[in-house]
């Protein structure tokens, strides 16, 4: 009887935390037209400010010990 009991408890346990994992996931629909619209825009201004860091990099010169003397 302990060990029904026992398995009863975790089976219910574990199924609670998948229920309200599920739940959470889908709080916000009522703003989503907001946050997408947002997010695009710091998405956006990310790329250019990655852009413009890429740009600041100098090139990297090949350097060769050995050509002057082949």
Known sequence: MR????????????SA???????????NHSDSGQ???????RNAA????YKAALDKIPDKK???PWANLR
């Open 3 to 14: 060990k029904l009991v026992i398995a009863l408890l975790a089976i219910s346990l574990l």
């Open 17 to 27: 935390q998948a229920f309200a994992e599920g739940r959470r996931k889908g709080l």
């Open 35 to 41: 946050q997408n619209e947002n997010a695009t825009k």
């Open 46 to 49: 990310a790329e250019k400010a």
């Open 62 to 64: 090949i350097s060769d």
